[in-house]
């Protein structure tokens, strides 16, 4: 199986090396082999989906030495590997990002015509960045990836995008860079920290050793959070300012819209879908994993940040006259809600979190790949000029519903399952900061609704030029929604449906690893809240255990928790 | 056996879900035939659901799986089987099967047909779940549920501009009900023990009486700020008049009898919980008050049959409030037994009056303004004689259905005067107000059947000076759903079997339920049979309960307000004649403002809606002119330093920048392996 995981992740890029660089490659024979390297890779993420055990602790499919070590030697001296592996945490993302391939590649079926080889090319390389972050065990490896798919998108941007394509691809890039430097800083911090103050001075790059190291580490400054400069905060803030661009959270988030408008459907599909999970992904690896108590000290900058980022983001939704633009900054809205939820510090929190980045991927990439529709055949994406698409493209209107019904978190839809945990995760750590970012469920609604309004209800409003008028032939008709579009949504929209009737697999796959965290972080940070709220709680907590689930793993955990080695 | 009947409930939702796939993905013939497996469905739902009914008991719940399972918290799908539960239930499925055999009569010929019916068996799915649920989490999940619906079907014909609006702010206020719901149920969370959100837990006495006051409180608060929303109250009644863009059936199911009434169900359910918090009952009996009042008097001058049915309904949801307002010592039981009963024989009159409204529409080409016909008593016989019966239940005459429960509901408030220590004038004035209602209830349903179906025939001609001009709008827009439900017959006739037997069957309930009470009346108490069923309710034995019998005096003047109501409206409409426009001149101000709907709207609108856009206009300004600007010039400062100090690397090449970040990592490394 580690063989396996492997060749998932380089079947896209060899498939795009080729295509890119083949000679004499049409179109239609770039798509097509674009579309049987996404279907492969999918289809070997389902085997590693299936084969995934949620009852192990640790990375799985990953290659062990003798001596315990994952992966192979690649920078022999320091110890620098390359190590894949899954678990719980990335498990999901790994599959969501083969399944929104298939996606952004049929969403390019008829829209990319113009050096189809190269963009599919780009295209599938993004896909082996993306895959080999997620599934990296090896901070230097996870770095690599993590800079290795700023290229392909600035690429697809620049060169496939809109008409401020150059500016939103050299903007996208420096922010993302200027942002990934610091943290570059944080990850070698902490590498030194666990060098230097470790039992036997071990140096190590692995990112699960490092997680289980840092949490022991003999150096009792690690353990203080009073100041901006205790080391735990400050390492907590240079990897979080590459993260947070990344997320984006409020107030780094103005690439985004920018980006997103100007880049082809496919990269706004990956980049909303995928490539801001890396933000949230990067935040619970390393900000939350390794320095636990940062983040309790810095929970009421975080969390303000986050609130200030749903409710601006969907204020800022509301006003959009652009659809792209408008779906762009529900994206800020929505990604808000995840980081509440990976900083409210417990359990149901960080599970509504793990599952919700998978919907929002989900819902977003659809959202954007039907806004794409749109765009190809009406080229504008001005809610003022379209209306009653109902009746053009019904089964689009099926779709766009579906979608924005899960992003705006109906029950029986994906939304609903992470965002209700997290809001509920976020209570308990801090109920103001939770009744705020409730606030985002009714904003959330009011644009998606806005939206849905604006294009598919009222009567039929296209722009000239684009009516089936009998009576002037000379324009061509609406297309039909065509079999690939179908088949690109068709899996979103199951899973959609899915995730919100049936969440218990999805979430189960997830549980341990979220236990595992969990059980890293300052427990007195996250219950001292709740006790604030209601002092006659305690009693209520003595006679009853409200976390049996927790503490029966806390008994049996290899890594104890931080109080017991201190 | 009862086990058997209580074991089966689980069925009751499937089966009407099975309906709607059918309807909606089914082979081609279920879905051209659509209504057929969505009415079997709900259909034998009712069944099952009359079995639960008699089965029924305060502890009886079917465990059907679990849902929604994260590391420290578990929704189990698991229904509660009890009386107030059951009689819901048989009343949900019931009326609903009769409006899906209408609507199969009224919606023929729609190109939406099957969407139609999918969303009819996917709404009753939600509501027996709804009502089903033993768990707040599922609660909610099923209140949302109802809510969807609710928007699809207001929006159902989709082209119309004023439908997506509707539609629109329908979902909207729900949604910031549900706001409430949600922070309620979060807050429950951080005090329940084991994470345990069921109903046995959360309303049992042992939780109550360990919980601190401020927190249940503010959870009764919270809930009933969710209730205003779904049940049509101050202040976010707003949605439910606008609601009738939907078709007429979905108006008589949807926002009359059952959706309606969750709000209803969800305070009566928690009453356990609000009996700590006699200050929120109180603010629940004057909310119910103003709403009950406010709303009959935007109905006296609407012209616009299904709106002033629709204020009705509002009305009418009021009372109910009021009712579970009153639950006060040992009022409680009282209380929720006659907003129960009050909640169950309004949704067989109302859904009968809506109908009977939907009749007379599509007897009238789509025509539904009171000003442009009239006299339709010999064209419409059997519409206008179930109109007859709906409209003496709702004004409250002996011996229908309403008589009964509107005296239950007075006899609770007039009880609450005496008992309540701090608040009893307050009860005491809310009886007074709640009789005037029920005056105003009388006179504005008399005036809609009056007018609607007495004085000289008159049918509606396009050249009315009423007549909209919006027809001939849908038309130039090439609105392909114009007259949307294709009624290609000529006007004036009566409605076709399909559409009269609904009517007829509701009628007969509405007289059966009556004569049922009647039974057992004046001797202990008129509701008995009926108290009975609802007294079967989880925790019911906890609330207070005392003998309250029968009031002659409460039901003498309930009697006498109704009678003066039909009285005027009878003097003033039954013959075309200048009394109601000298009385709008004379009292022109009044007149006005309960014909603008004093203006609510317009209010919302400078207060809320208009603060929330312009406030989302600056953050997109900021956005674009600071937020951007502000990063921007932190990127800029670098390029500032780079162009004094290391204008050669800063060269704006990408390959440099990235050949530099590479640089970086080499050295950094080879700092770390050098140490």
């Given at each position: 199986m580690a063989t396996l995981l492997v060749i998932t992740i380089l079947i896209p890029l060899i498939a795009g090396l080729a295509t890119a660089l083949a000679p004499g490659l049409d179109r239609d024979q770039a798509r097509k082999i674009a579309l049987g390297a996404v279907v492969v890779t999918l289809g070997l993420s389902l085997v590693l989906l299936v084969g995934f055990r949620p009852e192990i602790r640790g990375p799985q499919f990953a290659f062990?030495?003798?001596?315990?070590?994952?992966?192979?030697?690649?920078?022999?001296?320091?110890?620098?590997?390359?190590?894949?592996?899954?678990?719980?945490?990335?498990?999901?993302?790994?599959?969501?990002?083969?399944?929104?391939?298939?996606?952004?590649?049929?969403?390019?079926?008829?829209?990319?015509?113009?050096?189809?080889?190269?963009?599919?090319?780009?295209?599938?390389?993004?896909?082996?960045?993306?895959?080999?972050?997620?599934?990296?065990?090896?901070?230097?490896?996870?770095?690599?990836?993590?800079?290795?798919?700023?290229?392909?998108?600035?690429?697809?941007?620049?060169?496939?995008?809109?008409?401020?394509?150059?500016?939103?691809?050299?903007?996208?890039?420096?922010?993302?860079?200027?942002?990934?430097?610091?943290?570059?800083?944080?990850?070698?911090?902490?590498?030194?920290?666990?060098?230097?103050?470790?039992?036997?001075?071990?140096?190590?790059?692995?990112?699960?050793?490092?997680?289980?190291?840092?949490?022991?580490?003999?150096?009792?400054?690690?353990?203080?959070?009073?100041?901006?400069?205790?080391?735990?905060?400050?390492?907590?803030?240079?990897?979080?300012?590459?993260?947070?661009?990344?997320?984006?959270?409020?107030?780094?988030?103005?690439?985004?819209?920018?980006?997103?408008?100007?880049?082809?459907?496919?990269?706004?599909?990956?980049?909303?879908?995928?490539?801001?999970?890396?933000?949230?992904?990067?935040?619970?690896?390393?900000?939350?994993?390794?320095?636990?108590?940062?983040?309790?000290?810095?929970?009421?900058?975080?969390?303000?940040?986050?609130?200030?980022?749903?409710?601006?983001?969907?204020?800022?939704?509301?006003?959009?006259?652009?659809?792209?633009?408008?779906?762009?900054?529900?994206?800020?809205?929505?990604?808000?809600?995840?980081?509440?939820?990976?900083?409210?510090?417990?359990?149901?929190?960080?599970?509504?979190?793990?599952?919700?980045?998978?919907?929002?991927?989900?819902?977003?990439?659809?959202?954007?790949?039907?806004?794409?529709?749109?765009?190809?055949?009406?080229?504008?994406r001005q809610l003022a000029d379209l209306g009653g698409l109902w009746s053009r493209l019904p089964v689009l209107a099926?779709?766009?519903?579906?979608?924005?019904?899960?992003?705006?978190?109906?029950?029986?839809?994906?939304?609903?399952?992470?965002?209700?945990?997290?809001?509920?995760?976020?209570?308990?750590?801090?109920?103001?900061?939770?009744?705020?970012?409730?606030?985002?469920?009714?904003?959330?609604?009011?644009?998606?609704?806005?939206?849905?309004?604006?294009?598919?209800?009222?009567?039929?409003?296209?722009?000239?030029?684009?009516?089936?008028?009998?009576?002037?032939?000379?324009?061509?008709?609406?297309?039909?929604?065509?079999?690939?579009?179908?088949?690109?949504?068709?899996?979103?929209?199951?899973?959609?449906v899915l995730i919100g009737v049936y969440p218990r697999p999805f979430l189960n796959q997830s549980k341990l690893a979220v236990v595992d965290l969990v059980e890293t972080l300052p427990q007195s940070a996250v219950a001292s809240a709740p006790a604030r709220l209601d002092p006659a709680r305690a009693r209520s907590l003595d006679q009853n255990d409200r976390t049996p689930v927790l503490s029966a793993s806390v008994a049996t955990a290899p890594a104890a928790s931080l109080g017991d080695r201190r | 056996m009862a086990g058997f009947l209580i074991k089966s409930a689980w069925l009751i939702p499937l089966l009407p879900l099975i309906g709607a796939g059918l309807a909606a993905l089914g082979p081609k013939r279920t879905r051209l035939e659509s209504h057929i497996p969505v009415i079997a469905g709900i259909g034998l739902a009712f069944l099952v659901s009359l079995g639960a009914l008699l089965a029924a008991s305060p502890e009886a719940k079917v465990f059907v799986g679990s849902w929604l399972t994260i590391t420290n918290f578990d929704t189990p799908l698991e229904f509660r089987v009890d009386g107030l539960t059951t009689v819901m239930l048989s009343m949900v499925t019931f009326v609903s099967t009769l409006v899906a055999v209408f609507a199969a009569g009224y919606m023929k010929g729609d190109p939406g047909y099957s969407r139609f019916f999918a969303l009819i068996g996917l709404f009753v799915f939600s509501m027996t779940g709804l009502v089903l649920s033993n768990h707040f989490v599922l609660t909610y999940v099923f209140w949302e549920g109802v809510g969807v619906c609710s928007y699809l079907l207001i929006g159902f014909w989709y082209t119309r501009p004023t439908a997506a609006a509707a539609a629109m702010k329908a979902f909207l206020v729900n949604r910031m009900g549900d706001f409430g719901f949600a922070i309620a149920i979060f807050w429950m969370w951080t005090i329940a023990p084991g994470n345990d959100l069921s109903y046995d837990t959360i309303l049992s006495t042992g939780m109550l009486e360990t919980t601190p006051h401020y927190a249940i409180v503010g959870i009764a608060l919270l809930l009933f700020w969710a209730a205003t929303a779904k049940s049509a109250q101050i202040p976010l009644y707003v949605w439910l008049p606008d609601a009738m863009e939907g078709p007429t059936p979905v108006s008589a199911l949807i926002h009359a009898a059952t959706m309606v009434t969750a709000g209803v169900y969800l305070i009566a359910r928690s009453t356990p919980l609000l009996v700590y918090a006699p200050g929120v009952q109180l603010l629940v009996a004057i909310t119910g008050c103003a709403t009950a009042l406010l709303s009959a008097a935007i109905a006296v001058t609407q012209t616009d049959l299904k709106r002033v049915l629709a204020y009705s309904t509002v009305s009418q949801l009021g009372y109910m409030f009021m009712a579970l307002g009153a639950g006060v010592g040992d009022v409680a039981q009282l209380a929720v037994v006659a907003a129960i009963f009050h909640l169950f024989t309004h949704a067989f009159f109302k859904a009968l009056l809506f109908l009977a409204a939907g009749s007379v529409m599509h007897a009238m080409g789509d025509v539904i303004d009171m000003r442009r016909f009239g006299g339709l008593r010999h064209?419409?016989?059997?519409?206008?004689?179930?109109?007859?019966?709906?409209?003496?239940?709702?004004?409250?005459?002996?011996?229908?259905?309403?008589?009964?429960?509107?005296?239950?509901?007075?006899?609770?408030?007039?009880?609450?005067?005496?008992?309540?220590?701090?608040?009893?004038?307050?009860?005491?004035?809310?009886?007074?107000?709640?009789?005037?209602?029920?005056?105003?209830?009388?006179?504005?349903?008399?005036?809609?059947?009056?007018?609607?179906?007495?004085?000289?025939?008159?049918?509606?001609?396009?050249?009315?000076?009423?007549?909209?001009?919006?027809?001939?709008?849908?038309?130039?827009?090439?609105?392909?759903?114009?007259?949307?439900?294709?009624?290609?017959?000529?006007?004036?006739?009566?409605?076709?079997?399909?559409?009269?037997?609904?009517?007829?069957?509701?009628?007969?309930?509405?007289?059966?339920?009556?004569?049922?009470?009647?039974?057992?009346?004046?001797?202990?108490?008129?509701?008995?049979?009926?108290?009975?069923?609802?007294?079967?309710?989880?925790?019911?034995?906890?609330?207070?309960?005392?003998?309250?019998?029968?009031?002659?005096?409460?039901?003498?003047?309930?009697?006498?307000?109704?009678?003066?109501?039909?009285?005027?409206?009878?003097?003033?409409?039954?013959?075309?004649?200048?009394?109601?426009g000298?009385?709008?001149?004379?009292?022109?101000?009044?007149?006005?403002?309960?014909?603008?709907?004093?203006?609510?709207?317009?209010?919302?609108?400078?207060?809320?809606?208009?603060?929330?856009?312009?406030?989302?206009?600056?953050?997109?300004?900021?956005?674009?002119?600071?937020?951007?600007?502000?990063?921007?010039?932190?990127?800029?400062?670098?390029?500032?330093?780079?162009?004094?100090?290391?204008?050669?690397?800063?060269?704006?090449?990408?390959?440099?920048?990235?050949?530099?970040?590479?640089?970086?990592?080499?050295?950094?490394?080879?700092?770390?392996?050098?140490?």
């Open positions: 062990q030495t003798l001596d315990g070590h994952y992966g192979w030697a690649w920078i022999a001296k320091t110890d620098i590997r390359v190590a894949f592996g899954l678990d719980g945490l990335s498990l999901w993302l790994f599959v969501l990002t083969s399944l929104l391939m298939i996606t952004a590649v049929c969403s390019s079926w008829e829209s990319v015509s113009d050096r189809a080889p190269q963009y599919y090319g780009f295209l599938l390389a993004l896909q082996t960045g993306l895959l080999g972050l997620f599934a990296s065990l090896d901070v230097v490896l996870f770095y690599v990836f993590f800079e290795f798919t700023l290229i392909p998108l600035f690429f697809l941007i620049g060169l496939w995008g809109g008409p401020k394509r150059k500016k939103a691809a050299v903007t996208f890039f420096l922010y993302t860079l200027a942002g990934s430097l610091l943290t570059l800083l944080g990850v070698i911090s902490l590498v030194a920290v666990n060098y230097l103050y470790s039992r036997g001075h071990v140096l190590t790059f692995s990112i699960p050793e490092l997680t289980s190291g840092l949490a022991v580490v003999q150096w009792d400054d690690w353990y203080k959070t009073n100041s901006w400069t205790s080391p735990q905060v400050l390492i907590f803030l240079l990897l979080f300012a590459g993260f947070a661009i990344k997320v984006p959270m409020f107030p780094f988030h103005t690439w985004l819209p920018l980006a997103h408008v100007e880049a082809p459907t496919a990269g706004s599909i990956v980049l909303a879908g995928v490539l801001l999970k890396v933000g949230t992904y990067g935040l619970m690896r390393f900000n939350l994993a390794m320095t636990p108590l940062g983040s309790a000290a810095l929970f009421p900058l975080i969390a303000t940040l986050a609130v200030a980022g749903v409710i601006y983001g969907a204020l800022a939704a509301l006003a959009q006259t652009d659809v792209k633009r408008l779906v762009a900054y529900s994206s800020v809205s929505h990604m808000g809600f995840i980081v509440l939820g990976i900083f409210a510090m417990n359990a149901t929190g960080l599970d509504g979190a793990v599952i919700q980045q998978i919907n929002h991927g989900l819902t977003t990439g659809a959202l954007f790949a039907c806004v794409g529709m749109i765009y190809d055949r009406y080229h504008t099926l779709f766009l519903m579906l979608a924005a019904m899960g992003s705006a978190a109906v029950p029986l839809l994906c939304g609903f399952t992470g965002e209700f945990p997290i809001l509920a995760g976020a209570f308990e750590t801090s109920p103001r900061s939770a009744v705020l970012a409730a606030t985002g469920m009714i904003l959330g609604a009011a644009y998606l609704l806005w939206m849905l309004r604006k294009l598919l209800f009222g009567p039929l409003k296209e722009p000239h030029g684009h009516t089936t008028d009998a009576t002037n032939g000379h324009h061509p008709a609406v297309a039909p929604v065509g079999w690939y579009e179908i088949a690109g949504l068709s899996p979103l929209m199951i899973l959609i | 064209r419409l016989p059997i519409t206008c004689a179930t109109f007859a019966v709906g409209g003496l239940a709702l004004a409250g005459i002996f011996p229908l259905a309403g008589f009964f429960s509107k005296d239950e509901i007075l006899l609770a408030l007039g009880t609450a005067a005496h008992v309540s220590e701090d608040a009893g004038w307050v009860y005491g004035l809310i009886y007074w107000l709640a009789l005037f209602t029920a005056f105003l209830t009388a006179f504005y349903t008399a005036r809609a059947f009056f007018w609607t179906f007495w004085g000289p025939e008159k049918l509606p001609s396009a050249d009315d000076p009423g007549a909209p001009p919006v027809d001939h709008d849908a038309q130039a827009h090439g609105g392909d759903h114009h007259d949307a439900h294709g009624h290609g017959h000529d006007i004036g006739h009566e409605s076709p079997p399909i559409m009269t037997y609904p009517l007829i069957a509701l009628a007969a309930c509405t007289i059966l339920i009556g004569v049922v009470c009647l039974g057992s009346w004046p001797f202990g108490g008129p509701s008995e049979w009926f108290a009975h069923k609802i007294e079967a309710m989880l925790w019911f034995e906890q609330l207070e309960g005392g003998e309250h019998g029968f009031a002659w005096g409460t039901a003498f003047l309930g009697t006498l307000a109704g009678l003066a109501g039909i009285g005027l409206g009878y003097k003033l409409y039954a013959e075309p004649n200048p009394i109601p000298d009385l709008a001149k004379r009292f022109k101000p009044l007149y006005e403002a309960s014909l603008s709907k004093f203006k609510v709207d317009e209010f919302y609108d400078i207060i809320v809606v208009r603060p929330i856009r312009r406030l989302a206009i600056l953050c997109e300004f900021l956005d674009d002119y600071l937020v951007d600007q502000l990063v921007l010039g932190t990127a800029r400062l670098p390029r500032w330093l780079g162009k004094n100090l290391l204008a050669r690397y800063q060269n704006g090449l990408l390959q440099s920048y990235a050949a530099l970040s590479a640089l970086t990592v080499v050295a950094l490394l080879l700092i770390l392996m050098l140490f």
